[in-house]
């Protein structure tokens, strides 16, 4: 995994942020309407703020997943009561990496399919399983 390019193209849409945030919720709600259920809208800025430290822990600390595995299994424990699974964490991670992908493109970035690949890896190896692990503790 490229922790490099996942962290290079995080800071790069450092001002993003929030943005990326409401754009993966917009996305993943319209997409999969089903998940709207699950939050509430006044608990939604406090949500998306959660998910901006998150993602900056995971991309400053991808090449250290023992460091981040305490904080994701926390996350997944918070989740565990919506009765989530393997599936559901994917369409979230797809739907992040496509609204991070567009970001980075929007601001001349460097996504490139290495980096594509890297978030992907770093979805797949390191936050689905330690958050699937707090979902099942």
């Not at 995994?1 to 290079?8: A, D, G, R, W």
């Not at 996350?75 to 991670?93: R, T, W, Y």
Request: hydrophobic share 40%.
């Amino acid at each position: 995994m490229n922790t490099q390019l996942i962290e290079q193209s995080w800071n790069e849409v450092a001002g993003y942020h929030h943005a990326i945030a409401e754009t993966f919720y917009s996305r993943l709600f319209e997409r999969f309407p089903e998940y709207a259920r699950l939050f509430s809208e006044q608990d939604m800025p406090q949500l998306m703020d959660r998910m901006v430290r998150t993602l900056a822990m995971v991309s400053s600390k991808a090449d250290s997943p023992t460091a981040i595995r305490p904080h994701l299994t926390r996350v997944g424990h918070a989740h565990s009561s919506f009765g989530l699974g393997a599936e559901d964490l994917h369409k979230f991670s797809q739907t992040m990496i496509e609204v991070i992908a567009e970001f980075c493109d929007a601001t001349d970035g460097t996504w490139s399919e290495d980096c594509e690949r890297a978030w992907h890896e770093a979805f797949s190896q390191i936050i689905e399983p330690m958050m699937l692990d707090g979902m099942r503790s």
